[in-house]
């Protein structure tokens, strides 16, 4: 069982610089999101989707963008790296809104 | 509004104590109140979850204890382990937001 499959494990950026955040479930779960994780301020939503086709902006959407073309893969864009995205990102995924979320391991991004 | 305050922040307990961990909230439209545990380098599992139509709710050494009218909502560790050293999340709800708000988290060190 993969669950939620998060990838890179690791990266490190140079400011301005842009990358793509992968992750990919195997649940069919409708529902998936990414957070960022910094110390003393817990789990931020970033982005969601609802559905293939369906994503909305979360509590810290600034910076980010975010597709979902297939149920499975929702992947994270960052458009021009900043040392305030240092930060560790997990995506979680559900069967609906109001289920438990299964996280992946997370990326942990350091941007220089 | 949306926020869910947790503490403390940090919590140490001898090995067979009891570990509390409180969190409170103010929307009264929160409906689904989880709790996440977190080890190091992993992304954070569902440990146990309430919904507000029951005051506790109990799986194995884990209990959580829901107050609707002082909106407040408590994990209690049981004979706590160092296994169960971890970081741990309260998280709520409101349907039909499609958005988890998390507490910032309560790093738990277990003595042996």
């Known amino acids: 069982n993969a669950g939620v499959t998060q990838t890179p494990k690791f990266q490190v950026l140079k400011t301005g610089q842009s990358m793509t955040l992968q992750c990919a479930q195997d649940?069919?779960?409708?529902?998936m999101s990414w957070y960022r994780q910094d110390p003393g301020m817990g789990l931020r939503l970033i982005h969601y989707?609802?559905?293939?086709?369906?994503?909305d902006q979360g509590e810290v959407p600034n910076g980010y963008n975010v597709s979902r073309s297939t149920t499975e893969d929702f992947p994270l864009r960052l458009l021009s790296a900043a040392p305030s995205q240092t930060s560790v990102y997990f995506c979680?995924?559900?069967?609906?809104?109001?289920?438990?979320?299964?996280f992946g391991d997370g990326t942990r991004l350091s941007i220089l | 509004q949306q926020q869910v305050k947790q503490s403390p922040q940090s919590l140490i307990v001898q090995k067979g104590g009891i570990s509390i961990i409180n969190c409170a909230y103010e929307?009264?439209?929160?409906?689904?109140f989880p709790w996440y545990q977190q080890f190091p380098g992993k992304g954070p599992a569902l440990l146990i979850a309430i919904r507000p139509d029951v005051s506790e709710k109990k799986e194995g050494r884990f209990t959580i204890s829901f107050n609707k009218s002082a909106k407040q909502f408590s994990l209690h560790i049981m004979d706590s382990q160092p296994g169960d050293s971890a970081t741990y999340f309260c998280?709520?709800?409101?349907?039909?937001?499609?958005?988890?708000?998390f507490g910032t988290g309560t790093r738990l060190k277990v003595l042996a």
């Open positions: 998280a709520a709800w409101a349907s039909g937001t499609y958005k988890y708000i």
């Open positions: 649940m069919n779960h409708e529902y």
């Open positions: 989707s609802v559905g293939a086709g369906i994503t």
């Open positions: 929307n009264t439209a929160f409906d689904y």
């Open positions: 979680a995924s559900s069967n609906d809104h109001n289920q438990p979320q299964h």
